[in-house]
């Protein structure tokens, strides 16, 4: 009991983060970014090339998947999105099929095999009894202080304020003086590298694959539907009850069931509670 309470806790702090940036594009463009967990896809292979392949320090590694992160966002952004602007439906199908390209673009480098990210930090610590790798412990405290410091910056940054006005009236916002224009561009190269970075730490609790972007997607969009959709608070407690009911199934049924309770909640949600849990659409 103890083990599946520490191992929920680790293993919902990371889902926190990967959702996290899924959610801020939702709330200030309304708009579901499908390629998102391409972000994590391409964070985990660039940290395996430079961290393994190349033997470069791993913190390089990660600031450089997160570096190329925030260039993917505000590419996408740049040529897709924007030029894009208005049309949802043909948004999210081009996002869609962006993250297949990239997805091919991954096999041509690396090839199609699934590889081993060797832990960030390695070694295993006692907690009460509970096994817990150093590797999840270490995502999981560094996801919070990503999650804190998004949500100081936020709440107490003039940046973070005008992404609010943006999320709740971008034109009333435009009215005050906000560019929502350079708000859009900067929320998606956050949400660039809070994905990028995701990946790092996803890839090296599971491994990394070609397809390993659809299922961090699929939690994403898990979280942020029950959540209430672009609700930060919603996106950080519904991580929680995702990651405790794979760990609940995982550890008492099977895990080939991990996901399959995460895609009923989805649907008991929409069919019962359309708006989410929070029920918010704004920061």
């Known amino acids: 009991m103890l083990q599946i309470l520490i191992q ?16 801020l594009i939702f709330s200030i463009g309304r708009v579901l970014n499908l390629a ?3 972000y994590l896809m391409v964070g985990g292979y660039i940290y395996f090339w430079i961290s393994q392949s190349l033997g470069m320090p791993k913190l390089m590694g990660v600031a450089v998947a997160a570096a190329l992160g925030v260039l993917m966002g ?9 030029t894009l602007k208005g049309d949802h439906v043909s948004v999210e199908i081009s996002t869609l099929i962006l993250a297949v390209v990239i997805q091919a673009g991954i096999v041509l480098v ?3 095999s699934s590889k081993i990210l060797l832990p960030i930090v390695p070694g295993v610590i006692n907690v009460a009894g509970a096994s817990v790798t150093y590797n999840i412990l270490i ?6 202080a990503i999650l ?42 956050i949400s660039g590298a809070l994905g990028a970075i995701g990946g790092v730490f996803f890839a090296s609790y599971t491994q990394l694959s070609p397809s390993m972007w659809v299922a961090p997607l699929i939690i994403s969009v898990a979280v942020v539907i029950v959540g209430g959709i672009g609700s930060i608070l919603g996106t950080l407690v519904v991580a929680h009850i995702v990651g405790f009911l794979e760990v609940i199934v995982v550890a ?20 019962t509670r359309p708006q989410g849990l929070f029920g918010r659409e704004e920061l």
């Open 148 to 189: 804190l410091g998004l949500y100081a910056f936020v709440r107490l940054t003039h940046t973070g304020r005008a992404m609010q006005a943006v999320s709740m009236d971008a034109k009333g916002a435009a009215i005050s003086g906000i560019d929502p224009d350079r708000i859009n561009l900067i929320t998606w190269g």
């Open 36 to 38: 998102y967990g391409a």
């Open 252 to 271: 008492t049924l099977a895990p080939e069931l991990r996901g399959v309770f995460t895609m009923l909640l989805i649907i008991g949600v929409l069919v």
């Open 139 to 144: 995502a999981t405290l560094i996801s919070w």
């Open 74 to 82: 505000v590419l996408k952004y740049r040529l897709i999105v924007k």
């Open 8 to 23: 929920g806790l680790l293993l919902s702090g990371l889902y926190a983060l990967i959702a996290m940036g899924f959610t």
């Open 110 to 112: 690396f090839g199609d």
